[in-house]
């Protein structure tokens, strides 16, 4: 508990710490048309732009490769052996955010597969119907009512917002690759673990590339929704006001110019 | 009128059922006929990209309401664009949609569609159909904004994993259309697509 509470206590210095820097660049950022989610767009552009760098360069090459020198049976297993790492995070996660019936199969999850899917190389609980419930500390934060704060561009690390930057410290906390003694070891499953991720996002990132007109912007809004929905808030439902439709023609004004009422049929 | 009766041609279905579908059974029946095409097309499954749009065309586009797609994407810009113009705009944003998803059908091959029951009043012209594609790896959330018409209930939005697709590119055409006007952001579009032909005829030599 007290490491627990440390790790907190860390997360939100470090948080804050963040903040502050951020602030000050703000000066620089702040332009008139701002966008109220990204008021450090112009900071967090440069990031971006660091991070495409990196990928091209480096770290989507590496992906593509192991992508094409390992066997399947092999990649899926990596990926289940980190999953199953990951399933212990979203345990606590679970029980931090007070869902029964998500910790219980998380729980499940991780005992049938680190013992008869043999130390999470296969994924055996899925086949038994247990679902996976992906739980963060951003998401538990979120989930108390923490708001998401600021868009924010890390490096190396991509995307994220102000509250799951502070809870970036805490999750690594709870990574268990981070708990191995071995730094030979640790670094190892580190990179291996990146270059898994990375591999399994090809096929996303080649449909961000073809979908997007800005690619920033686009995986900005993307993302924000993304983590909006995971912690149960989407931005539509029954109680959401009607939207105005602007392919209707403007109510009192029948006649507006282009307000077509039948779509034009190919 | 037209489509509504060449649809009901094509699904060999009387008339009066397809206006009463219920939004979950037209979106359930649907994603059916989707799947099975795709198992049985070997060229859109390949991902090519213009059996893909015919495909579409033939089999989505009568379901979709895509001028209010459109329209709400573009925003309060979409009044002031000529007809021409907004006909445009359907056309290079279709493109670049089914650009975007054609390589992705292929990986429904094996998979299946459950359609959550539907929470809705009984006068609701607006409903959200909620489904998950189930195969391998984690289930993927696959939903649907649909309004109801004088031809049956159509879809105007949807949402992959929890991502409003018409919210996403809100602020890119917004961007393009003040820099650029609606003009530029038509150009934009036309220009990525003819593009994206190009990469993906690369592709294919690989």
Known sequence: MTLFSKAIAAAWFRGSLAGLVLLVLQGCATAPNTNPRDPWESFNRQVHGFNEGLDEAFVKPVAIAYQDVTPDLLRTGVSNFFGNLSDVWSLVNNVLQLKPKESVETFARV??????GLAGLFDVATDFNLEKYNEDFGQTLGRWGVPTGPYLVLPLMGPSTLRDTAALPVNW?????????DSVVRYSLTALRVVDLRAGLLRTSRMIDSAALDKYSFTRDAYLQRRRSLIGLNIFDSNSPPEERFDLPEPGNQNAPGGTSKPPQP | MAT????????????ARAAEEAPDELIRRLSMEVLSTIKADKDVQSGDVRKVITFVDSMIMPKVNFSRMTASAIGRSWRQASPEQQKRLQDEFKNLLVRTYAGALS???????????LRAQAGDT???????????GDPIQLDYR???TAGGWKIYDLNVLGVWLVETYRTQFAQEISARGIDGLIATLALRNKNGAMTSAGQKKN
Request: charged letters at 20%.
């Open chain 2, 107 to 117: 990986q429904l091959q094996d998979q299946t569609i459950n359609v959550k029951p």
């Open chain 1, 173 to 181: 906390r709870g990574n268990l690759i981070g708990g191995v003694d």
């Open chain 2, 4 to 15: 509504a009766l060449g649809l009901t041609l094509n699904l060999t279905l009387p008339l």
């Open chain 1, 111 to 116: 005992g049938v597969n680190t013992t008869i």
């Open chain 2, 146 to 148: 649909m309004e109801k």
């Open chain 2, 126 to 136: 607006e409903v959200i159909v909620r489904t998950e594609v189930l195969g391998r």
